[in-house]
């Protein structure tokens, strides 16, 4: 364990040394204040818009870190060749990409502890309303999601040549899966067969990541999901993030470090 | 020809300037484009169009707080904050059902715990959040006729802003001079809100030309924009106590009702009004 977390220490100070996150983090900034500052008809007292617009951007911002951290991580370490150097301490392939994973889902948790801070402020000073507990449950189920798509990355970093393919692929995944993913078992119904069995086992097959976007309920104002819905959400988060980071581990097991 | 550089650049950089300077505004009259002075037109250019009407949904979507059916879902797209304006509605938007249906598989069922699942109309003042998408969708496509009256009506009759529509609607107005819907809600503006008959009764009298002014074919299509516009002028002329006008709408309005005989009981009991000299006297 304290291997691990050694490891993901290493992985937080880079994404604390990369601007990454200062560039999204400003831009979602400057974007929401200025669409807060626009005047529609005399109303001060609009703000889902502005809620709308703030928690897409945090969506797109936390998916491009989560996703570019991710999948420079293993390539990174076999062209500057320090992987050689970790390997030869007493520390074991999975190791280092559970450390690698841990570091990744740690630093993206932070980002996202501060987007929401932002979120929280912009929000609740024009409405004096703070709902703590549906920005606890948001900012959960958003980190469980990334925890997956965190995985889904190293996976793609460790079969795939370069980190802008990887990162390429897992983008074109991900948005496949929130916009299309939920509807497939629909668009499987009107397919002849075997486009229709392949639709849906398709379906079944990757994760359901539209769960965890409770963005329109923070918008709109409604109740939070139940607590155990959360739970058993994030039991399928972790399951298929156990499961992504299996077939990375199998896939490095073999793979040569040398770069190239 | 021994021209230093720098000579040579300046002199080009002048040339250039001066080239500019004068096709510039012969740039700007050939192009047939509209030229647009807000950011978003400047963005998007004429392609601002295909956004403006998914704004006007969103305006839509906020309006039944998120629950709204995609295009993946089983019911289409139906536009209820554009119904509520008409009086037939009532003034509320019809209920929409359970569009997405029962869930076909155990994804389906537990994803729904995550999604918004009850149907809830904006109210006590809310309505407010959907002027973002409207006034959006007026900026993106100013030919939009129904962006301006749905905007004036939220904005009239559950904002209490008459002022905002009134200068909404306008600006409607300057962009569709010949609209006959514009003319008719602000027709109900000054009547219904500002207390202003004399102006509703010149608005919706400018109102009935324009509509007269529209293509035989586009007359057939809009009948019922004629019937709303004479019907609200007979019972302007009524309130006024100008019997024998209201009767004059009232017949016109007959003309192209679907259900004249119901007209026919407001103008028989017109009629008796005229007929009798003791009522001529009230107002």
């Given at each position: 364990m304290k291997t691990l977390f050694a490891l993901a220490r290493l992985t937080l100070t880079e994404l604390y040394r990369r601007k990454d996150f200062y560039v999204l983090f400003i831009l979602t900034a400057v974007v929401t204040l200025a669409a807060g500052s626009v005047n529609f008809f005399n109303d001060e007292k609009i703000i889902r818009y502005v809620k709308d617009l703030c928690l897409l951007l945090i969506w797109i911002s936390t998916l491009l870190i989560s996703v570019v951290t991710a999948a420079r991580q293993i390539p990174a370490e076999c062209e500057a060749r320090t992987i050689f150097s970790l390997l030869a301490k007493p520390v074991t392939r999975g190791q280092v990409l559970l450390g690698k994973f841990l570091g990744c889902w740690l630093a993206v948790?932070?980002?996202?502890?501060?987007?929401?801070?932002?979120?929280?402020?912009?929000?609740?000073?024009?409405?004096?309303?703070?709902p703590l507990g549906g920005y606890l449950q948001a900012i959960w189920l958003q980190w469980v999601m990334l925890g997956i798509v965190i995985a889904m990355s190293l996976l793609g970093s460790i079969h795939f040549a370069a980190p802008s393919s990887t990162s390429t692929i897992c983008f074109v995944l991900v948005a496949g899966i929130v916009v299309v993913g939920p509807h497939l078992n629909t668009i499987a119904l009107q397919q002849p067969q075997p486009l229709q069995t392949i639709a849906y086992t398709v379906y079944f097959l990757i994760p359901h990541l539209e769960w965890f976007d409770v963005r329109d309920r923070l918008v709109y104002g409604w109740a939070s999901p139940a607590w155990q819905d959360i739970a058993l959400a994030s039991v399928y988060g972790a399951a298929y993030a156990g499961v992504f980071l299996l077939l990375a581990w199998l896939g490095f097991r073999r793979k040569s470090l040398n770069p190239g | 020809m021994n021209a230093s550089p720098r000579l040579f650049l300046a002199l080009v950089l002048t040339i250039c300037v001066t080239l500019a300077t004068s096709l510039a505004p012969r740039a700007t009259a050939w192009s047939s484009r509209v030229q647009s002075d807000t950011v978003l037109g400047m963005l998007f250019g004429d392609g601002r169009k295909l956004f403006a009407s998914q704004f006007f949904t969103m305006a839509d979507v906020y309006f039944h707080s998120g629950y709204y059916p995609g295009i993946f879902?089983?019911?289409?797209?139906?536009?209820?904050?554009?119904?509520?304006?008409?009086?037939?509605?009532?003034?509320?938007?019809?209920?929409?059902?359970?569009?997405?249906?029962?869930?076909?598989?155990?994804?389906?069922?537990?994803?729904?715990?995550?999604?918004?699942?009850?149907h809830r109309h904006l109210q006590h003042g809310d309505e407010r959040e959907i002027l973002p998408w409207l006034k959006l969708a007026a900026d993106l496509d100013p030919q939009m006729i129904d962006t301006y009256?749905?905007?004036?009506?939220?904005?009239?009759?559950?904002?209490?802003?008459?002022?905002?529509?009134?200068?909404?609607?306008?600006?409607?107005?300057?962009?569709?001079?010949?609209?006959?819907?514009?003319?008719?809600?602000?027709?109900?503006?000054?009547?219904?809100?500002?207390?202003?008959?004399?102006?509703?009764?010149?608005?919706?009298?400018?109102?009935?030309?324009?509509?007269?002014?529209?293509?035989?074919?586009?007359?057939?299509?809009?009948?019922?924009?004629?019937?709303?516009?004479?019907?609200h002028l007979a019972r302007l002329e009524e309130k006024a106590g100008n019997w024998a006008d209201a009767l004059r709408w009232l017949q016109a309005a007959q003309t192209m009702s679907p259900a004249p005989e119901n007209l026919q009981r407001q103008i028989d009991a017109l009629r008796e009004k005229l007929a009798d000299p003791a009522s001529k006297l009230l107002p």
């Open positions: 948790g932070l980002a996202l502890l501060m987007f929401y801070a932002f979120f929280a402020i912009v929000t609740g000073s024009h409405e004096h309303r703070w | 879902d089983r019911k289409g797209k139906e536009i209820h904050i554009e119904e509520a304006t008409h009086d037939s509605a009532g003034g509320e938007a019809e209920e929409m059902g359970d569009f997405r249906g029962p869930p076909r598989d155990w994804i389906e069922a537990f994803g729904r715990r995550f999604l918004i699942s009850e009256t749905v905007g004036s009506y939220w904005l009239r009759q559950h904002l209490r802003q008459p002022l905002q529509a009134e200068a909404f609607l306008r600006e409607g107005l300057r962009n569709n001079p010949d609209s006959y819907e514009i003319l008719f809600e602000l027709g109900r503006l000054y009547e219904e809100n500002l207390e202003d008959p004399d102006r509703a009764r010149n608005v919706w009298e400018l109102a009935l030309r324009r509509w007269q002014q529209q293509p035989p074919e586009a007359q057939k299509e809009n009948r019922l924009g004629y019937e709303e516009i004479t019907l």
